[in-house]
């Protein structure tokens, strides 16, 4: 009975069981494991002994962590791509279900950060006088930060920003560019050309170059959907994973070591995906279509945006049962199963409560379809005061 209602729940696939949504559901599950880790390795830093094989350990995990956000572009990078180049569709009403999709669980958050904000003023962002109070929480409403220099008050916004981003000038080159009418070489032409422009950029200015991961989804969209290659072979894509996760090792202050993890992610990310929505059988493949790794995935937006608020109050318990103090790996491989199975109950419940009613419930008369269920998003939570997922 449990396991039926779990799957009632939690179960998003459904009659689309055996295209490429299950392996999409569990690779989302990898990102915001990912994204977990990003923000619990550094939480952890009290616990731990300066200099011993466990700080190398924690210091290496937390930028292959932050990878989770990018996969996370990956996959939206695809699906909206491959919902607008499937068929013609107003602005307007995209942008709707766009907005449906984000807003509902971003703003029940919200709430919550404004209420801790009021009652814990001595750790709130919101800046004193109510004209620049009103300023701020604008701004972060429209999603803002992250585009714009200006400071989250839920970190996740920066990532938020970078989604809606893509969201608004996507459909704006689809139809400027008539892409549609285009042959798809001169579509994947156009991109490669979009993402070498925009590296280069990118090695003499900085900026936003982790963009460019959305058009790795586009690509993977165009090479997917044409079948224009065959899958990379087991170890050639085992090597390039090895490989874009150890491009995260980069200084991501410098341009160069950006790009650099961008171009390894962009391949290894790619490869993976390829894999995943190409060959059925392949271990990728069944690994990703795991169940609870799905289910996790099919939760990952709420997850995103919850967790950051259980991991802090998860680690304030924790001071006080267990004042910090160096301790071995043992205690921290016990504390990333604790604080992982905490952070799931708030988010299964902004899940069951906000976001399958308010942003995954089908019209009346319409089947869910793949569009109504995007992956994001981004991508990105994190406490007021700990290390945005970048």
């Known amino acids: 009975m449990i396991a039926e209602w779990m799957r009632s729940k939690f179960e998003l696939s459904r009659h689309m069981s055996n295209g490429n949504v299950r392996p999409m559901e569990g690779l989302r599950g990898l990102a915001i494991f990912l994204v977990f880790i990003a923000h619990f390795s550094p939480m952890m830093d ?24 990018d996969l996370f572009f990956v996959l939206s990078g695809y699906l909206i791509y491959g919902s607008l180049i499937g068929r013609a569709q107003p602005f307007v009403p995209f942008m709707k279900r766009r907005v449906q999709r984000i807003y509902p669980v971003f703003l029940a958050i919200f709430a919550v950060y404004l209420f ?47 989604e809606f981003f893509y969201y608004l000038t996507i459909p704006v080159l689809v139809g400027a ?15 490669v050309a979009i993402v070498l422009v925009g590296a280069l950029v990118s090695l003499r200015y900085g900026g936003y170059v982790r963009l460019l991961m959305f058009i790795a989804g586009v690509l993977l969209y165009e090479v997917t959907h044409h079948r224009l290659f065959r899958a990379a072979p087991g170890a050639v894509l085992a090597v390039a994973l090895v490989l874009g996760f150890v491009s995260t090792q980069t200084l991501e202050e410098d341009p160069v070591g950006m790009v650099v993890r961008l171009a390894g ?38 997850y995103y945006l919850a967790h950051g608020l259980a991991l802090k109050t998860g680690f304030t318990v924790l001071r006080k049962v267990v004042p910090p103090h160096p301790q071995g790996p043992g205690f921290y491989v016990v504390m990333m199963a604790v604080m992982f199975c905490w952070t799931l109950v708030p988010s299964v419940f902004v899940f069951l409560f906000v976001e399958r009613p308010f942003s995954l419930a089908p019209k009346r008369g319409v089947k869910k379809s793949v569009d109504a269920q995007p992956p994001v998003d981004p991508e990105s939570v994190s406490l007021a005061n700990a290390p945005a997922a970048d």
């Open 46 to 69: 009290a616990w731990i002994q300066p200099g011993t094989a466990l700080a190398k350990f924690a210091w290496i995990v937390l930028p292959i962590g932050r990878a989770g956000v």
């Open 116 to 162: 801790l904000s009021w009652r814990f003023p001595g750790e709130s962002k919101i800046p004193s006088g109510m004209p620049d109070a009103l300023a701020y929480i604008g701004a972060n409403v429209l999603l803002l930060p992250g585009m714009l220099p200006i400071k989250p008050l839920m970190s996740a916004a920066w990532s938020l920003s970078y």
């Open 265 to 302: 992610l962009f391949v290894a990310f790619f490869l993976l995906c390829h894999t995943c929505f190409t060959v059925p059988d392949s271990v990728f493949t069944r690994f990703f279509s795991w169940t609870p790794l799905r289910w996790l995935g099919n939760f990952s937006y709420s």
């Open 177 to 191: 560019f008539a892409l549609r009418a285009k042959s798809v070489h001169w579509r994947l032409g156009f991109f």
